[in-house]
């Protein structure tokens, strides 16, 4: 199915390790996205991608690196892990700026003990 | 900059009772405006969104929302809940045309009482 596919969907991780998540689109989209998700929180921007070869901060990218490795994927990097990284995290994508809403994919729900 | 207010982390309605979800956002340039919703274990689903067309906005599942610029306020509605409306409901507010980043208010979950 067309959309946005992020892996792993869970992982559980101890403290100082690293890890990478993975998000491909299959919509030709320009823009990716990564948002983490925390209750009461909302969604927050860590890291976007507005077109390929292109990267930005967001609103909360400490402990995170991203790397826009062609115009589908777009990953997501916790080079040294913390407890309070433990969220879940989305991948977004869009074709065209701003009015041009989100497609989400389903989520990675990670865990650092 | 942008960013959006959402009142009411929780809000119940019996089923067949009107929803009225509210969103207030501020900018300084004509914004875009996004309803999503988030069913338990899932992503962002895009219910409706405001682009400067008509400000009354209907969009899937009977919801429907209006852009009031005097208010700031772009509250979604739905005539009559349903028990399959259960689920957490988020505003988002873009900013001015070229600019990427989507501001998402903290999120109402709505619980429908049978």
């Known amino acids: 199915n067309a959309g946005v596919t992020q892996t792993p969907k869970f992982q559980v991780l101890k403290t100082g390790q690293s890890m990478t998540l993975q998000c491909a689109q299959d919509?030709?989209?320009?823009?990716m996205y990564w948002y983490r998700q925390d209750p009461g929180m909302g969604l927050r921007l860590i890291y976007y991608?507005?077109?390929?070869?292109?990267?930005d901060k967001g609103e909360v990218p400490n402990g995170y690196n991203v790397s826009r490795l062609n115009k589908r994927e777009f990953s997501l990097r916790l080079e040294s892990a913390a407890p309070s990284q433990t969220s879940v995290y989305f991948c977004?994508?869009?074709?065209?700026?701003?009015?041009?809403?989100?497609?989400f994919g389903s989520g990675t729900r990670l865990t650092v003990v | 900059a942008q960013s959006v207010t959402q009142l009411g982390s929780h809000v119940s309605v019996s089923e067949g009772a009107l929803v009225l979800l509210r969103c207030n956002y501020s900018?300084?340039?004509?914004?875009?405006l996004f309803w999503y919703v988030q069913y338990p274990n899932q992503g962002l689903q895009l219910l409706l969104k405001y682009t400067s067309a008509a400000t009354l906005v209907k969009g899937i599942n009977g919801f429907e929302a209006e852009f009031k610029k005097s208010e700031t306020s772009f509250h979604l509605t739905k005539p009559s809940a349903h028990m399959s409306d259960a689920a957490e409901y988020f505003c988002a507010v873009s900013g001015a045309r070229g600019t990427y980043k989507y501001i998402f208010g903290t999120g109402t979950r709505l619980k429908v009482l049978a």
């Open positions: 900018s300084s340039v004509p914004p875009y």
């Open positions: 919509m030709n989209h320009n823009s």
């Open positions: 991608s507005a077109s390929e070869g292109t990267t």
């Open positions: 977004a994508s869009n074709a065209k700026q701003g009015d041009d809403g989100y497609t």
